[in-house]
């Protein structure tokens, strides 16, 4: 119903009455959407993602009117007693509008319901920093979902910025670095950190390892999730020993060794996201170094039938080459190998027969569905949903290249979720 406080006569009449029809005619959209019931369910689903989209640019707009109007920090307050946001999140909102209002491109396709508001916030994030190609990211989240766009946006501000001072660009990115806890109201704690990609990686890297301790302790039965174990596992980390435990983990970073020159270059995450110089150095000195030389006899990376299981090689070689889940997207350290020609049907455990796959992904959309793995010529895989074969994503290198299917079979293999 609507709300008769929201027409108060801090107006005149007319403005009344138009406040009024408006309100009407949003009632009649909520009733003509609930209207839309039985085999027509998912035509409603599409049609209130459009309409969510297209208020979200509506409140874009009238949040940066107001900034401009009134500035931001009475825009702030508005935002704060008029949706009865939290101050944080009313500050939130009148900064992502004033980024929408300077990405006309981006604003036009939320507005037109093109794009999600998930979409339209994580281009303007990126163009926060980076001098992004509009245009570009916007044919890319016109087909991806927002995990997937989130890739797309991050390879592109690596492509984008490769020109600039690596250095400098992680010390801006270090200035921005926070971690906060705050109280719920049912006495619970969150916490929200936001720091550069090594750390973030160092992070992640030591949450994954005690992790994995934590469930080799667990019961079979009354498992915790994945979720509450990486709570349990930052407890643990940082607690023990006043958090001054040392990280006994693998660190992947992948580079490149000229012998001509006798030194590395191209140092790089799994995900792409480069590595200095000098970061290479400081991890060197308290990290294990682990050349991993591909397509030599000394690392065997074709075992064919003699084992069902990846070995440490192929794990290693796995995490550079794929990087992440060729599904969904979701981090390597995650991931498990999977068969793109099952074991169970004379697959070889080679490395060109293998690929990394989220736990989801593996079992859910392969599996259990029969998805395909598809290989480009340049060797990347990604995976095709059986029941929505989606046309290929701008920027994806299939979209030119011959690819290969592999439909998988009904059987999950053995493999377990990577450890480096």
Known sequence: ??????????????????????????????????????????????????CEAGLAAVRSETVAELARRDGEAKAAEAVRDRLRQSRGSAKRDVKLAGQLADLAGTAQALADGDITPQHAKIIAEA?????????????????????????TVRDHVNERSAGEDLQERRRRQRARRELSIKRQSDGMYKLFGLFDPVAGARIETALDAAARKLRRTEALVNRTTVLQRYADALELLATANGGAGTQ????????DYDAVAGRV??????????VSADELVKLAVTAKVVPAIFDTPGRPLWLGRASRDANAAQRIALAARDGRCVGCGARYNICEPHHEEH??????????????LCGPCHHNEVHDRGGDIETAADGKRTLRHAARHCPPKVGDHHSNNTVQSRRGATDPTVNQPLRL
Do not use: K, Y
């Open 127 to 151: 163009s926060e920093h980076t001098d992004v190609d509009e245009a570009e990211l916007l044919d890319a989240a016109a087909t991806q979902p927002t995990d997937v766009f989130g890739h």
């Open 343 to 356: 074991w169970e049907h004379g697959g070889p455990t080679d490395i060109d027969n293998l690929c990394l």
């Open 248 to 255: 006994s983990t693998t660190l992947l970073v992948i580079a």
């Open 265 to 274: 270059a191209g140092a790089h995450l799994p995900d792409g996201t480069p």
């Open 1 to 50: 119903m609507t709300d008769p406080t929201l027409f108060c006569d801090t107006t005149g009449g007319a403005e009344v009455d138009v406040l009024g029809r408006v309100a009407g005619q949003v009632e009649a959209l909520l009733a003509g959407l609930r209207s839309l019931g039985g085999e027509l369910l998912e035509e409603r689903l599409g049609l209130v993602g459009r």
